[in-house]
């Protein structure tokens, strides 16, 4: 039982996904901070407001409030995230990885039609060799093979 459980545990997926999911969650904080520091200003001076959470806000008429802004600020958050993790972890690893060869290319449809083609000729000539000889069409079996 223990041996199959680190088995799953040791396959190089499994290991992969475990780092990605760390790396992601402390780069997700890296992320929060920079928009904190760097976009809610800049987004201050033009939507007068101090963060994303802020931003963009309509009053309903029971006094709550849509926030847009909370969700424009996660979706700028994740394309950061999205971007950093392409540029700094993918595009790399694609760059190292060796180039998986290109297999070869099979025969097309038309070869392949010929080949089918090919087979049943070959197929029907030896059966027509293999079965005995019909009479000829309006003819009755027998006849011509008796004497005179």
Request: net charge negative.
């Amino acid at each position: 039982m223990f041996k199959g459980f680190k088995e799953f545990l040791l396959r190089g997926n499994v290991v992969d996904l475990a780092v990605a999911v760390v790396i992601g969650a402390a780069f997700n904080t890296v992320v929060e901070k920079v928009v904190a520091a760097l976009f809610n200003p800049i987004i201050g001076l033009f939507l007068n407001a101090d963060s994303f959470d802020k931003a963009a806000m309509v009053p309903l008429p029971n006094g709550d409030h849509i926030a847009f802004g909370v969700i424009i600020g996660s979706v700028i958050n994740f394309l950061i995230v999205a971007a950093v993790v392409y540029f700094v972890f993918v595009l790399p690893m694609n760059k190292l990885r060796p180039k998986a060869e290109e297999a070869p290319a099979g025969p097309d449809s038309e070869e392949l039609l010929a080949e089918i083609r090919d087979l049943l000729r070959e197929q029907g000539q030896a059966r027509s060799a293999a079965a005995p000889q019909a009479p000829a069409p309006g003819s009755t079996p027998g006849e011509g093979t008796h004497r005179h």
